[in-house]
């Protein structure tokens, strides 16, 4: 076994290699000198971060991407509690079939979310914008909001909440002054997890939205006109955004937990 | 009204927005979509009809039946590949990492994982590509350039980037569970580290890898992205051959039959590792 050691430690860093040489290549050529984000390097320069951050469409895309995240976040967020709230506190008949139902999207490949919804919306008369694409994120994100929110329900909430009901709580009162606040870091988790994903998510975006576009839309049409480093600047621009959210939420998941 | 069915009524009511919009939004569209995959082209108009016309082109036409076989072998590939990578990256960390450098390490093994989607494939373009950052090393080493840009093996490395992060996190999550004592009993009664992982710690972790690979699975096989960018128009997969129905020939039941046969594929995955995989406590 000793013989295996320094092949453990190298497989490590092989792989540490592997998962960071395109992000690596991604953001050293941001600052690239040139025309083209390949080698050999030519210097550094801030101009495309410049280029990409005065570029109206881009701050469009993005301020688009923010809104549709956050609003359809919300909405996911509120559907997904309040299912997981209602399955986990009441005996319903057919509650495996809801349960099973509620998660299926989860499944389904976005192209066939995005096709089903942008046939269904063409045969209603609804123009792509960046409503209907916000009705496809929540089908996206409400399997994820609902099954963090489920697996987050447990025994001690359940006596907290029937203490405040036999206290005299309504039902609004026990849910926002008990449950929700109790639940919190897993409502905070499924939020920020559904912005990442709706943030990210390029497909049904593509499909619904024509004129407001989205930030993965738009980095779409750049890409289509070659390679540059302004390319590179959006994308390093997107990734420090979500490393951002993800370890804003990572610190306040723990905070709250510890 | 009594208490039991003011309760029952309560239930409804709190599952009836999440259930009416994915009735609404996923349920119907995906009927709709059922429907019309039985429709007849006339022209550019979508006829309605009851018309198995649009399964048989796919399973007749080479060039459909060959997008279909493409997205299969690649998803098969690296999916097996995802695994093989991921699971040692995880042991590693999960065993051999001090345990106070344990959710650093993960958290960097996982940490590129949020670069955008779209992004992902064009980073590994750069590298990739015909003057990209490893041919211009192989260069400066002597060795001839690698023709690696459009190609299924840029498919292949771009998507397995992706998978060996989602996997490593199922796996670690899986392996950090086990008690240690069970790898200890295990040498006790004899077995040495090779037969105590094969019949102790493998079947233990097998829930969270087989969970994994039906997540690599579905996702792989319905990615337009990645064989779109990065295979270039080499060959085509399944997502890319739906788009190309959508866009060039606003073929709209022929594109929906596609989704319905990817569809089954997945609920077919879905159906052979339904033993292990329980989407409800992902």
């Not at chain 2, 995802?82 to 065993?95: D, G, H, K, M």
């Not at chain 2, 129905?245 to 997945?266: K, T």
């Given at each position: 076994m000793k013989a295996l050691r320094p092949l453990v430690w190298l497989y490590l860093a092989a792989a540490y290699v592997f998962i960071f040489l395109p992000v690596a290549v991604l953001v050293a050529f941001s600052f690239q000198d040139g025309r083209l984000p390949v080698p050999p390097f030519r210097g550094a320069t801030v101009d495309w971060y410049a280029k990409v951050l005065g570029d109206r469409d881009l701050m469009a895309a993005m301020g688009n991407s923010v809104l549709l995240a956050v609003a359809s976040s919300a909405v996911a967020l509120v559907l997904g509690f309040l299912a997981a709230h209602g399955l986990a506190r009441v005996r319903l008949p057919g509650a495996p079939v809801l349960r099973l139902l509620l998660i299926?999207?989860?499944?389904?490949?976005?192209?066939?979310l995005g096709l089903g919804l942008l046939q269904m919306f063409s045969h209603l008369g609804l123009r792509p914008s960046l409503m209907t694409t916000g009705i496809g994120h929540v089908v996206l994100n409400l399997p994820l909001c609902f099954a963090i929110c489920f697996a987050a329900m447990g025994d001690q909430q359940k006596s907290a909440e029937r203490a405040a009901r036999d206290l005299g709580a309504g039902e609004w009162q026990v849910l926002t002054q008990v449950s929700a606040p109790m639940l919190a870091p897993a409502l905070a988790a499924a939020f920020f997890l559904s912005v990442t994903f709706s943030w990210d998510e390029f497909i049904i975006a593509f499909l619904l939205t024509r004129f407001d576009v989205t930030l993965p839309v738009?980095?779409?049409?750049?890409?289509?006109?070659?390679?540059?480093?302004?390319?590179?600047?959006?994308?390093?621009v997107v990734f420090l955004v979500s490393v951002v959210v993800v370890v804003a939420a990572e610190a306040l998941f723990l905070r709250r937990r510890a | 009204?009594?208490?039991?069915?003011?309760?029952?009524?309560l239930g409804w009511g709190l599952v009836a927005p999440a259930l009416a919009w994915t009735v609404a939004f996923f349920v119907l569209p995906f009927l709709g979509m059922l429907a019309l995959s039985f429709a007849r082209m006339d022209g550019r108009e979508v006829v309605p009809a009851l018309d198995p016309g649009n399964y048989l082109r796919l399973a007749t036409e080479p060039q459909m039946l060959g997008a279909l076989v493409n997205s299969l072998q690649i998803t098969a590939?690296?999916?097996?590949?995802?695994?093989?990578?991921?699971?040692?990256?995880?042991?590693?960390?999960?065993?051999?990492?001090?345990?106070?450098?344990?959710?650093?390490?993960?958290?960097?093994?996982?940490?590129?994982?949020?670069t955008s989607y779209v992004v992902r494939s064009y980073a590994w373009l750069l590298v990739l590509g015909q003057n990209g950052v490893l041919n211009q090393a192989l260069d400066a080493l002597g060795l001839g350039p690698l023709e690696l840009a459009a190609t299924r093996a840029a498919t292949v490395i771009g998507f397995v980037h992706f998978f060996v992060m989602l996997l490593t996190l199922t796996i670690y999550a899986n392996l950090v569970q086990l008690p240690p004592n069970y790898a200890r009993a295990a040498a006790d009664l004899g077995a040495g580290p090779v037969r105590a992982f094969v019949h102790v710690i493998l079947p233990l972790t097998l829930p969270g890898v087989v969970t994994g690979a039906f997540l690599t699975f579905v996702l792989c096989i319905g990615d337009y992205i990645t064989p779109q960018i990065l295979g270039g128009n080499s060959e085509l997969t399944l997502p890319q051959l739906i788009m190309l129905?959508?866009?060039?020939?606003?073929?709209?039941?022929?594109?929906?039959?596609?989704?319905?046969?990817?569809?089954?594929?997945?609920t077919l995955a879905w159906a052979a590792t339904a033993r292990w995989v329980r989407l409800d406590r992902i």
């Open positions: 299926a999207p989860m499944a389904v490949s976005t192209l066939i738009e980095i779409w049409s750049m890409l289509k006109s070659g390679l540059s480093p302004a390319t590179n600047a959006v994308g390093s | 009204m009594s208490l039991a069915a003011r309760e029952a009524r590939l690296v999916t097996v590949l995802s695994v093989l990578l991921a699971y040692p990256l995880a042991a590693i960390i999960a065993f051999r990492v001090p345990r106070r450098w344990q959710r650093l390490a993960l958290l960097l093994a996982i940490l590129p994982f949020w129905q959508l866009g060039r020939s606003g073929n709209f039941p022929f594109a929906s039959a596609l989704s319905v046969v990817l569809m089954v594929i997945v």
